[in-house]
């Protein structure tokens, strides 16, 4: 199944490494509340991955809008950590303030919606 240019694999792929980075950041926090609030976003790219597998023909609008979401909100973000790890001579892994400003970058689009 697809939506518009992204497939049905594509999108659960990123948000796989979506989830994987809020993870990552969770381990990597000394703060306890910042660390909840990693796992609920964790949490959250776990229920938008069952909409994807499960929802498509059961509720197309739900589907299509985390489709939607994953390619014009996730997927750039992953291709800027990309393009970044090609352009680093000396690392290929993001910092923890790199891995938070991005989840930041996320919360921020829904909160000014």
Aim: aromatic share 8%; with cysteine; hydrophobic share 40%.
């Amino acid at each position: 199944m697809y939506y518009k240019d992204l497939s049905l694999d594509v999108a659960i792929t990123a948000l796989g490494r979506m989830k994987a980075r809020a993870i990552m950041a969770a381990v990597a926090c000394t703060d306890e509340e910042k660390k909840e609030e990693l796992k609920r976003d964790a949490a959250m790219y776990s229920e938008e991955e069952r909409v994807i597998y499960f929802y498509a023909d059961k509720h197309p609008a739900l589907w299509e809008s985390v489709m939607d979401k994953v390619n014009r909100l996730y997927n750039p973000i992953i291709k800027a950590e990309y393009e970044k790890s090609l352009s680093d001579d000396h690392s290929h892994n993001m910092t923890k303030e790199e891995i938070n400003l991005g989840i930041e970058d996320i919360r921020e689009v829904f909160r000014k919606k």
